[in-house]
């Protein structure tokens, strides 16, 4: 079993050999990840596999708010009546070409939630919220049971409720 860990970026971390298919999301790991972490707007973390310190695969967190309007009239109901509500925001996640189809999506997707609801735990989030970059990447979410907002097919959401209940 290979030795995948997710850690927060390092400069020791190489990122300059990371080709996702998706030239804006290569150059932001290139050339303002380390920035963002370094100024606290998004925590970035990275796929590697020890020793070598190679960058496999990234995603982000930051905390965030949703308008409380966005959110579905059934689970609206259960809120409590705020204008805004708190969230955590995985602003990207991509994973190197050399691993699609391997299942790194889903696995940075899970260590992604699992430190969301951990997160939660501290400071509170009601969901995680994901601003899918086309139908393929909501597809992507959806799959793993995020719900479209109301304004948007691409802003989706998953409750931090649901989300406990992957790590029962």
Same mark, same amino acid.
């Given at each position: 079993?290979?030795?995948?860990?997710?850690?927060?970026?390092?400069?020791?971390?190489?990122?300059?050999?990371?080709?996702?298919?998706?030239?804006?999301?290569?150059?932001?790991?290139? @050339?303002? $990840?380390?920035?963002? %972490?370094?100024? &606290?707007?998004?925590?970035?973390?990275?796929?590697?596999?020890?020793?070598?310190?190679?960058?496999? #695969?990234?995603?982000?967190?930051?905390? %965030?708010? !949703? @308008?409380?309007?966005?959110?579905?009239?059934?689970?609206?109901?259960?809120?409590?009546?705020?204008?805004?509500?708190?969230?955590?925001?995985? #602003? &990207?996640?991509?994973? /190197?070409?050399?691993?699609?189809?391997?299942?790194?999506?889903?696995?940075?997707?899970? /260590?992604?939630?699992? &430190? %969301?609801?951990?997160?939660?735990?501290? !400071? $509170?989030?009601? $969901?995680?919220?994901? /601003?899918?970059? /086309?139908?393929?990447?909501?597809?992507?979410?959806?799959?793993?049971?995020?719900?479209?907002?109301?304004?948007?097919? %691409? &802003?989706?959401?998953?409750?931090? $409720?649901? !989300?406990?209940?992957?790590?029962?």
């Amino acid at each position: 079993m290979t030795a995948w860990r997710v850690l927060a970026l390092q400069k020791e971390h190489e990122r300059q050999n990371f080709t996702c298919g998706s030239p804006a999301l290569e150059r932001y790991l290139k @050339h303002q $990840a380390r920035q963002d %972490s370094d100024k &606290r707007v998004a925590a970035v973390f990275a796929l590697v596999q020890p020793p070598v310190n190679q960058v496999l #695969g990234f995603y982000t967190l930051s905390a %965030s708010t !949703i @308008h409380a309007d966005e959110v579905p009239p059934d689970l609206a109901r259960k809120l409590p009546r705020y204008p805004q509500l708190p969230v955590t925001l995985l #602003g &990207r996640l991509a994973v /190197d070409q050399g691993l699609k189809g391997q299942g790194m999506g889903q696995f940075l997707l899970m /260590d992604a939630l699992h &430190r %969301s609801l951990q997160a939660a735990a501290g !400071i $509170a989030a009601m $969901a995680v919220v994901v /601003d899918a970059k /086309d139908a393929l990447a909501a597809d992507f979410y959806q799959h793993f049971g995020f719900i479209p907002l109301n304004l948007s097919f %691409s &802003r989706l959401f998953l409750p931090m $409720a649901t !989300i406990a209940t992957l790590f029962d």
